[in-house]
């Protein structure tokens, strides 16, 4: 049986209405309701309680294809179109322990209609994203990565991620969520210090602080000799530091010393501005896109994009512990089988998701080559632009939990209002109402005054919650 793909009534309404470019009332939200508009059967499962509609990978396949099919006014590209999606939906025995199809990757489809791409072999996300790095870069030769020296050596043992806090065990009360809006498409796009490396570094030997250029793209062994915020600046555990971490420590008045005399620098580098206008683009028509939450996943994980790990993943229907060796080596061998000649090797295996992780042997580490860099700098640089926010006003005295674009605090948003907006990498803020506490980094609880107990903290379930309760959220 094919795996089923979860999708709300209205979503499907308009998945319908955009296929037949046909416009649906917002009272339109049965089944029943949308065949009466079409007079035509969509031929799909519902259930009696408010659970979600689904449609199986085929079933969804042969509905696309039937309202084609019976709709007189649409174009021959449309039809085109939908007729290969319903192709590569079909597939067969052997490829179904494959990824299942998400509401998201239904969504792409109108994301890529909105965005001008015909290419019908992009049905996701990272489709998507890699469409559009394609794009821009297709004009400029990145150098490939040296996996040896670069990689090994100094990006690897570098590999900070974004900055990330919680004062954990804390309860609060009315406090902040405060957010930049399309951080990291805001950096790429509109950040004239930021800049990306457009070829492999090299190594220097450094003896003094003072010779340092901190503009120029590198990273060092450093040791940091003052007591620093761990809610505002990150250390590595590995005393190694890039040049935008030295200009935040500079910024915070932080004492260092060389710890190695060996640096790697990159001396050829562009602002990124070059190559990530688009983001901007990106940005408007999220404000006014039906998919608005599908723009900034792109927006939002172009960064790791840039730095995919060259591996191909096994999806297999039941947990693992209950397979046969024989089993596992079947899945493995379908689903490489199409990928060309060469050795595989097993390189995790992932029993929370039931995945496991394959590399072809002699193969680069990064799918993408020298676009890797991209991503150590852009999060490097995250964590400077968060850092510098977070020196703003009293927000030190009342921080209680810092995350990738973000963090929450006591302070007002009136004493911010300078950098408050909607636009690209302006500030926005909602505020918490009521009783909550910091579990940990990952989960956070608000106390629900009329259930009586903890409840995870989700922003859509919270946010429906104070409806309920009566008070604004804003």
């Known amino acids: 049986m094919a795996p089923k793909v979860y999708m709300s009534i209205e979503t499907i309404r308009d998945i319908i209405g955009e296929i037949l470019n046909f416009k649906f009332g917002k009272d339109v939200n049965t089944h029943e309701k949308i065949e009466d508009a079409l007079k035509v059967n969509l031929n799909v499962y519902t ?149 990306i490396p457009t070829g492999v570094g090299r190594e220097i030997k450094v003896y003094s602080i003072d010779e340092i250029d901190k503009k120029k793209l590198g990273f060092y062994k450093l040791k940091i000799l003052s007591e620093v915020d761990e809610r505002r600046f990150m250390k590595n555990p590995s005393n190694e530091y890039s040049n935008y971490d030295m200009i935040c420590m500079d910024e915070y008045n932080y004492k260092y010393e060389l710890l190695d005399n060996t640096a790697y620098i990159y001396d050829k580098s562009v602002c990124g501005k070059k190559f990530f206008g688009y983001m901007k683009k990106l940005y408007e028509i999220r404000k006014t896109s039906k998919y608005g939450d599908m723009y900034k996943k792109i927006m939002a994980q172009t960064g790791g994009m840039c730095a995919k790990k060259n591996i191909i993943k096994v999806y297999l229907k039941k947990n693992i512990e209950e397979m046969t060796d024989s089993e596992i080596d079947s899945k493995i061998n379908a689903r490489i089988k199409n990928l060309g000649k060469g050795e595989y090797s097993i390189r995790k295996v992932d029993h929370q998701e039931n995945t496991i992780e394959l590399r072809k042997e002699g193969a680069p580490h990064f799918a993408y080559g020298g676009l890797a860099r991209i991503h150590y700098f852009l999060t490097s640089y995250g964590r400077l632009h968060i850092a510098r926010l977070l020196n703003m006003g009293d927000i030190k005295n009342s921080l209680v939990y810092v995350h990738t674009d973000g963090w929450r605090c006591k302070t007002d948003p009136i004493d911010l209002i300078d950098y408050m907006g909607k636009d690209l990498g302006e500030l926005k803020c909602i505020k918490l109402c009521g009783k909550f506490k910091i579990v940990h980094l990952n989960c956070m609880k608000y106390y629900d005054e009329i259930k009586k107990e903890w409840i995870n903290y989700k922003k859509d379930e919270y946010k429906k919650y104070l409806i309920e309760l009566g008070k604004l959220y804003n």
């Open 47 to 195: 259930k009696k309680t408010n659970k979600p509609v689904y449609i199986t990978k085929n079933r969804y396949a042969l509905t696309i294809e039937f309202n084609i099919i019976s709709a007189q006014d649409s174009t021959g590209e449309l039809k085109e179109q939908h007729l290969k999606l319903q192709k590569s939906m079909n597939k067969s025995d052997d490829e179904e322990d494959e990824e299942e199809i998400t509401e998201d990757d239904i969504k792409v489809g109108m994301i890529k209609k909105e965005l001008g791409i015909h290419n019908s072999h992009i049905t996701n996300i990272g489709g998507v994203i890699k469409k559009l790095l394609h794009d821009s870069f297709k004009y400029f030769k990145l150098d490939p990565l040296d996996e040896i020296n670069e990689y090994q050596k100094w990006l690897k043992p570098y590999g900070m991620n974004a900055k990330l806090y919680a004062k954990k065990e804390t309860e609060i009360i009315d406090y902040y969520d405060y957010d930049v809006n399309g951080m990291y498409g805001y950096i790429l796009s509109s950040v004239d210090e930021f800049k």
